[in-house]
């Protein structure tokens, strides 16, 4: 499918205004983030737009009408050149986080926040093919969550991360997640590799899902709830997170 011309033409008048947010997933990490240091570059051969601007993955509004929004092939790039090579799509092109069906929390950082219109969260079919170009049939056609924007500009604070219940679904899946801005033709576009197991892809190494604190590690995941005890103190977590050390980040609220 291609962009509407006159959507295009719209969205091009707003790149030369220099009028467009930026922001992108940063728990869990976005496949465009999964690329920058920050996060290890735990996905690796991305290009350079990927690897130094994963806040810009932005297209033309309309997704998920046919003639509006990116083309099918070229979801994951938002149809950016500078960013084509997030639509390689395989079963093992893409670093994954683990998930599990149940209540989610997905956190977006913005470098520049603009009034909403919406946020929106879609989930690859239960019989897609994770072997061909993500396209519109690739998703189911309506998003698992839906969060308004009330046409106000969003906080940067964590605790309007997005709580969303996630459908079941079993292996490699894809969740992609827009942000519709309100006062521009733009929408972000990130696309987001999960596994919720149950095939033959190593999970990465989890979290303790004891109910009892265990000592902090850097190198695992931990998900919302998630006990831990770090520097005499303990923390739970209070969304997805790897990395960030109890005490510093906001991720961790200290248990009284």
């Known amino acids: 499918m291609t962009y509407s011309k006159i959507g295009l033409a719209i969205f091009t008048l707003c790149m030369a205004g220099g009028a467009l947010a930026h922001g992108y997933v940063s728990l ?11 996060m290890g570059y735990q996905n690796k051969e991305c290009g350079s737009g990927p690897l130094y601007e994963m806040q810009s993955v932005e297209g033309p509004d309309g997704f998920p009408a046919v003639d509006q929004g990116p083309a099918d092939g070229h979801l994951a790039s938002a149809g950016l050149a500078s960013m084509g090579r997030l639509d390689e799509q395989s ?6 986080h683990p998930i599990s069906v149940g209540k989610h ?16 969260y879609y989930l ?6 994770p072997a061909q170009p993500l396209t519109r049939a690739s998703f189911e056609a309506e998003p698992f969550c839906h969060i308004d924007g009330k046409n106000i500009q969003p906080s940067t604070g964590p ?5 969303c219940m996630v459908p079941e679904r079993q292996g490699y899946h894809v969740i992609f997640a827009t942000w519709d801005v309100a006062d521009t033709a733009a929408t972000f576009y990130n696309v987001i590799d999960v596994d919720f197991g149950g095939h033959n892809t190593p999970a990465p190494d989890e979290g303790p899902q004891s109910d009892l604190p265990t000592e ?3 190198d695992a995941i931990y998900f919302s709830g998630d006990k831990v005890s770090w520097n005499g103190k303990e923390y739970q977590a209070r969304w997805w997170t790897r990395g960030n050390q109890p005490g510093e ?4 609220s200290e248990m009284k």
């Open 159 to 163: 605790d309007l991360a997005h709580e």
């Open 249 to 252: 980040h906001e991720v961790w």
């Open 216 to 218: 902090w590690r850097n």
């Open 124 to 129: 690859t079919k239960s019989d897609w093919n």
């Open 28 to 38: 869990p990490a976005s496949r465009a983030y999964m690329c920058n240091a920050n």
């Open 105 to 120: 929390a997905f956190t977006w950082t913005y470098t520049a926040p603009h009034k909403t219109k919406s946020w929106d």
């Open 91 to 96: 079963e093992t092109r893409w670093a994954k």
